[in-house]
Each structure stands twice: as structure tokens, then as C-alpha cells.
């Protein structure tokens, strides 16, 4: 099992270690799932992603190179400027979702833990001579999310509150050189931030010393990230899933819709043309028990698709779903029946996020 650079930390934390694409990392920490998940929608909560890869892109024709795999315009990226968007599958499937922002002389990627070899190979392919893809193993890479969050780390580094979302800057943040994106996966305001892993404990030691700052574990990212109506590939996005059916068709830039020159473009501009058969929707169970992934959704007593994440939203005090509908049963209000435990219990589609985004704008 790997460790990342804040495993000693995460111990002396209380943090209770699991094992997760392959890295030991902390599920939770003594306060529990509930409490820093409502911390993190209240004031500001760290979270430890240095499991997820990290690279650069660097040489003439990189974000054209890049283009041939994704249906983002990163050519048109500004500098400082970061995207989210999807690597393909020659079939129109999602092969990942990751981050890219544009340094100037250089792409910034991040992608996710489970597929990062996966995905570092399938970028290696697209690339012409000249253009090299440097994978960062010595970095790591931390978020502190909440509407405490940049308040509370200017006051280390004053120029990350100018920062507009999707924003990326370089700043020293309590003597340590840190390349700071404000954006997040918990639907609140708040920054990621790379550092060399040689100095990340130190780093993470002086963002909890700040107050309101508290640590937050891999269960609360989740009900975060769910309740926010965001994927977890492998869950809610995977090879089988477009981008239209996921409801991500925003991904795909305005020039991009033009030349359709991407990877599995065929099936997405299918399914943008014609609509796809199945939906991405949110789903509220009716009363207190969760509905989670793999669920049976029935509708008049046949199947007409699955839960791909439910749990309880603690902040909604309920529980939340995410899944695929045939599209006919995808409309906000329609009626479902969820299939626990060999028992119908009723729920309806939601309109997605659950909570209110609250990114800065």
C-alpha cells in the first residue's frame, strides 16, 4: 500500500486509514463524517489529495496534442487559467476526467489516482515529437474548501484572495513554494494547492494552525462531492458513459462542436444530435434510508436504471442519489421506484446540485 506525504500526520491526527486506489488514506478523522462534512459548508476543511497524479505538458503544440483526447478547448485556454475536462475512449466512453490549467509555458494536468497510469500512457500517444509529458511524483497536493477557505489562507499568501475561480497563480504560503488553483470538488468556494512533498507536512501543519481550519477525510469529499451533483469516475462516469448522457456536454468547447476532431467525437455528436437513451439525474429517496450505488431503478414495475451514488447528505439532512434513467423517466418530478433490499422505496428525480454551488464569481 502507498502512502502519501501526510500519512505521519494523518495518524497523529486520529485519522483512520483505508485503503483507496491503492494508497492508505484517512476515511475520517475522531470528529467524524458529519461533523467535517458540515465544518467544510460552515468554515474551511483540508483534505489530503496528494494520491491523484500530477504532470506537466511542455513543448510548441502540447495543448493542440492534448486536444486529440479531449473535447475541451485547451487552446483557447487563457494563461493562469484552469479547465476541467474529459479524456475519450476511441468509442465515445469517458476514459477519465481531469484538470488542466495553462502556466504560459506549460499545461498543468491532475488526473485522477485509480487511472493515473492509465491516463499518463494514453497522453504519452498523442504526443509529436517535441512535446513532453513530465509526471510529478514529488509533489503533493492538498485542498482546503469552505466559505472560510481564502480568507483563511491569504492571510499566508494576501494575492490568492484576487485569485477568480478556475484561477491559478504561484505564491510562497508560509515558506513554501505553492502553484494554487481555486477550485475544489465540494461545491464550495476554496483552493487546491501543489506543493513539493518534501515540504508538505510542514505546509498542511500551518494551514490547520489557522482558525476555522480543521482536517476532513475521504468520507466527507464524498457526501460533498454528492450532494454538489459532481461524478466520481468509476461511479457516475466510466468507458461506457458520454459526455451527453453524463450531462457534462459543457465540457465540450464551442469550437470543438465545429470540427469534431476528438477521440469518440462520432457517438458524442450522436447523442448531442439525437439524444441520448439514458440521463445522468439526481434522485431524493422518499424518507431516511439511503439508496447507494448499484441500486435498481424501476419504474411501473420494469427497470429503467441504476444508482451510481446515494448516501446521506448531511447537509440536506436527507438522503441523496445520483444515477442513470431511461430518458423518458428523466424529467425533474418523475416518480421512481428504488429496489433496497428486494423493497420498492419511492423517490424522485431532483434537480442536480442538491446544495447550492457556492464558487466565487
Given at each position: 500500500?502507498?502512502?502519501?506525504?501526510?500519512?505521519?500526520?494523518?495518524?497523529?491526527?486520529?485519522?483512520?486509514?483505508?485503503?483507496?486506489?491503492?494508497?492508505?488514506?484517512?476515511?475520517?478523522?475522531?470528529?467524524?463524517?458529519?461533523?467535517?462534512?458540515?465544518?467544510?459548508?460552515?468554515?474551511?476543511?483540508?483534505?489530503?489529495?496528494?494520491?491523484?497524479?500530477?504532470?506537466?505538458?511542455?513543448?510548441?503544440g502540447a495543448a493542440a496534442a492534448l486536444e486529440q483526447l479531449t473535447p475541451a478547448d485547451v487552446q483557447g485556454l487563457k494563461p493562469h487559467r484552469q479547465r476541467y475536462g474529459l479524456l475519450m475512449t476511441m468509442a465515445g466512453g469517458i476514459f477519465d476526467d481531469f484538470m488542466?490549467?495553462?502556466?504560459?509555458?506549460?499545461?498543468?494536468?491532475?488526473?485522477?489516482?485509480?487511472?493515473?497510469?492509465?491516463?499518463?500512457?494514453?497522453?504519452?500517444?498523442?504526443?509529436?515529437?517535441?512535446?513532453?509529458?513530465?509526471?510529478?511524483?514529488?509533489?503533493?497536493?492538498?485542498?482546503?474548501?469552505?466559505?472560510?477557505?481564502?480568507?483563511?489562507?491569504?492571510?499566508?499568501?494576501?494575492?490568492?484572495?484576487?485569485?477568480?475561480?478556475?484561477?491559478?497563480?504561484?505564491?510562497?504560503?508560509?515558506?513554501?513554494?505553492?502553484?494554487?488553483?481555486?477550485?475544489?470538488?465540494?461545491?464550495?468556494?476554496?483552493?487546491?494547492?501543489?506543493?513539493?512533498?518534501?515540504?508538505?507536512?510542514?505546509?498542511?501543519?500551518?494551514?490547520?494552525?489557522?482558525?476555522?481550519?480543521?482536517?476532513?477525510?475521504?468520507?466527507?469529499?464524498?457526501?460533498?462531492?454528492?450532494?454538489?451533483?459532481?461524478?466520481?469516475?468509476?461511479?457516475?462516469?466510466?468507458?461506457?458513459?458520454?459526455?451527453?448522457?453524463?450531462?457534462?456536454?459543457?465540457?465540450?468547447?464551442?469550437?470543438?462542436?465545429?470540427?469534431?476532431?476528438?477521440?469518440?467525437?462520432?457517438?458524442?455528436?450522436?447523442?448531442?444530435?439525437?439524444?441520448?437513451?439514458?440521463?445522468?439525474?439526481?434522485?431524493?429517496?422518499?424518507?431516511?434510508?439511503?439508496?447507494?450505488?448499484?441500486?435498481?431503478?424501476?419504474?411501473?414495475?420494469?427497470?429503467?436504471?441504476?444508482?451510481?451514488?446515494?448516501?446521506?447528505?448531511?447537509?440536506?439532512?436527507?438522503?441523496?442519489?445520483?444515477?442513470?434513467?431511461?430518458?423518458?423517466?428523466?424529467?425533474?418530478?418523475?416518480?421512481?421506484?428504488?429496489?433496497?433490499?428486494?423493497?420498492?422505496?419511492?423517490?424522485?428525480?431532483?434537480?442536480?446540485?442538491?446544495?447550492?454551488?457556492?464558487?466565487?464569481?
Open positions: 500500500m502507498l502512502e502519501t506525504p501526510l500519512a505521519s500526520l494523518h495518524r497523529e491526527l486520529g485519522g483512520r486509514m483505508v485503503p483507496f486506489a491503492g494508497y492508505a488514506m484517512p476515511v475520517q478523522y475522531p470528529a467524524g463524517i458529519m461533523q467535517e462534512h458540515l465544518h467544510c459548508r460552515a468554515s474551511a476543511a483540508l483534505f489530503d489529495v496528494s494520491h491523484m497524479g500530477q504532470a506537466e505538458l511542455v513543448g510548441e488542466v490549467a495553462n502556466l504560459g509555458d506549460r499545461l498543468f494536468l491532475v488526473v485522477n489516482a485509480s487511472r493515473k497510469s492509465e491516463d499518463f500512457a494514453l497522453i504519452e500517444t498523442a504526443l509529436p515529437p517535441g512535446v513532453t509529458l513530465r509526471q510529478m511524483p514529488d509533489r503533493a497536493l492538498v485542498a482546503l474548501q469552505g466559505p472560510q477557505a481564502v480568507a483563511s489562507i491569504a492571510t499566508l499568501a494576501p494575492g490568492i484572495a484576487a485569485l477568480p475561480f478556475m484561477g491559478v497563480g504561484a505564491f510562497d504560503i508560509a515558506g513554501v513554494p505553492a502553484l494554487v488553483s481555486r477550485s475544489g470538488y465540494t461545491g464550495e468556494d476554496g483552493v487546491e494547492v501543489s506543493v513539493p512533498a518534501d515540504r508538505a507536512e510542514r505546509f498542511a501543519r500551518a494551514l490547520l494552525a489557522l482558525p476555522g481550519v480543521a482536517p476532513a477525510g475521504l468520507g466527507a469529499r464524498d457526501s460533498l462531492r454528492l450532494e454538489a451533483g459532481l461524478c466520481l469516475y468509476g461511479n457516475d462516469i466510466d468507458e461506457t458513459t458520454s459526455p451527453i448522457e453524463a450531462a457534462l456536454t459543457w465540457t465540450i468547447g464551442k469550437r470543438r462542436r465545429t470540427a469534431w476532431d476528438f477521440r469518440g467525437a462520432d457517438r458524442v455528436r450522436g447523442d448531442l444530435d439525437n439524444g441520448p437513451k439514458r440521463l445522468r439525474v439526481g434522485i431524493r429517496p422518499e424518507g431516511r434510508q439511503p439508496a447507494r450505488a448499484h441500486t435498481e431503478i424501476q419504474a411501473g414495475g420494469a427497470a429503467v436504471g441504476e444508482i451510481t451514488s446515494g448516501g446521506f447528505g448531511p447537509s440536506v439532512n436527507g438522503p441523496v442519489a445520483m444515477g442513470y434513467v431511461a430518458r423518458e423517466h428523466a424529467a425533474d418530478g418523475t416518480a421512481l421506484d428504488l429496489m433496497v433490499r428486494g423493497k420498492a422505496l419511492p423517490g424522485r428525480v431532483a434537480p442536480l446540485p442538491f446544495t447550492p454551488h457556492r464558487y466565487a464569481r
